[in-house]
């Protein structure tokens, strides 16, 4: 008997001490300081300052950091938990998260010499906060497209362009961005280099008003013949388009992440609301009717969920997860959309204002399908693993 227990394997969602107590951590943290911000932040579009500080003390912005950095030294799996549990309560703090962690601190620990890892691990760790700049204007699905210039100059190089929609570009002060070394090579010409925000000929542009998210600065870059060391080549001349492909395919787990978050957080909402509400002279949650459409909620968020820690486990274990990743954004993704429209609905015309939280989580539900590789480009993913 004790020999099947021993060899009995875990579910997906059974979390080790360590993780329950690091999700713990972060719950509390969402609920007594984020949770009394989210909607002042939605109004201002922007972070407070003093949240993201408190993310760097409490080791969420450095999660894969090794230690000997000052980082905080656990596993994929782990950032995973972190984006889920903030995304509950306000999916824009939880980019800044994710983006730090399964980007941009991904890239440097895969890709980057023990020198660039030196010079800026302990800045990630401790106080700067990092962005991932490969779309442009007229590349964004077709991400190899781009035309964001590096030309060689003495012991480094010289780069010019623009590229946009990058998440944090106002908070961050290190930047990998993606650009050619020669347009001709197509994506063999494509090369990563970390970039700092006091380069010479940097500078961060416009700043997008959107639909949801409003907190988390989605900005241009714009680059007028910055000077980059040889130092900062992250990876090698003309693999960039490896580096971009391989952090991506990690990133879009966190996105997932992003999303079970936001949709339990919606449901979580929702539960609380249907038992108080009453209407012909009831609570709606005796209703059957609105019993089964939590039901259908909770299915979609649990089969959404198992997808995310699925990959990424399998990705901390060393295994193949590039399909389950794409399978996991996508249906994450679309159930959060799914989840974020029902609650609404449940919440009648108060769902519709910003008197409760589903307003706004069902604003940010959308970014879903759309970062990080949409829909479709996740079915081509997918796809390609069917038809050869
Ligand atoms: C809030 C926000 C934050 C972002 N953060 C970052 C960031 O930090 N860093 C970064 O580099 N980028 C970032 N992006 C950019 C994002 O990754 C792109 O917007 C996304 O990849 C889609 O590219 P696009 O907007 O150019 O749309 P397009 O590529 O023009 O796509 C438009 C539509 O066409 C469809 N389509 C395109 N090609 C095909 C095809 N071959 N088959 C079928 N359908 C197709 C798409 O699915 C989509 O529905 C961000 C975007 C937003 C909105």
Redesign the pocket.
Known sequence: MSTVLTDARPALTTLSEQELLFREAVRDFATSEVAPRVMAMDEAQELDPALVRQLFELGLMGVEIPDVYGGTGADFFTSVLVVEELSRVDPSIA?LVD?QNT?VINAILRWASDDLKSRYFPRLATDTVG?????EA??????FALACRATPDGDGWRLSGR???????REAGIYIV?ATVDPDAGYKGITAFVVEQEFDGFEVGKK?D?L??RA?S?TELVLDDVFVPVENVLGEVGKGYKVAIETLNEGRIGIGAQMIGLAQGALDHTVRYVQEREQFGRAIASFQGVQFQLAEMATDIEAARLLVYNAARLKDAGQPFLTQAAMAKLFSSEAAQRVASRCIDLFGGYGFTKEYPVEKLYRDAK?GT????????Q??TIAKMLVK
């Open positions: 980019v983006v980007l962005a991932y700049a490969l779309s007229g590349s964004g699905s077709d991400a590229k946009m929609w990058i998440t944090n570009g993606f997008e959107k949801g998210i988390s989605t970014i759309i970062y990080e590789g949409t829909s479709n480009m079915k081509q």
